[in-house]
């Protein structure tokens, strides 16, 4: 897989940065310790924690949401998830992107993604 972080933006990098800091801050605040912030699901949390908290900004980020996207779920997603993910971001106006995941669905059922 490509570097996530070739995916982004510098100033979307930044942003995801500093919102990570952010959460982890708090997560420090209220006690976490050196071993508990070094563990890999507690990067996942952390990340989980960002996206819920800023799903409006980066929604409204088209290049952010993909970015995201393409580091977070194309390598995993299904082609029923791509078609899922279509049928939202039709409904929501994104009619590129909603095209591209129809196209991402043919191609991975035709194993060429």
Sequence with gaps: MANPSSRF????????????????????????????????????????????????????DKELTEGLFMA?????????????MATEYREQGYAELAYNCGVCADRRERGEI
């Design 72 to 84: 977070l779920c194309f390598d995993k997603a299904t082609p029923a998830y791509f078609r899922k």
């Design 9 to 60: 933006k510098a100033e979307h990098l930044d942003r995801l940065n500093l919102w990570y800091e952010e959460e982890l801050a708090a997560f420090k605040a209220k006690g976490a310790t050196d071993d508990f912030l070094t563990e890999p699901a507690f990067a996942d949390l952390v990340l989980a924690q960002v996206l819920k908290k800023h799903e409006d900004e980066i929604r409204a």
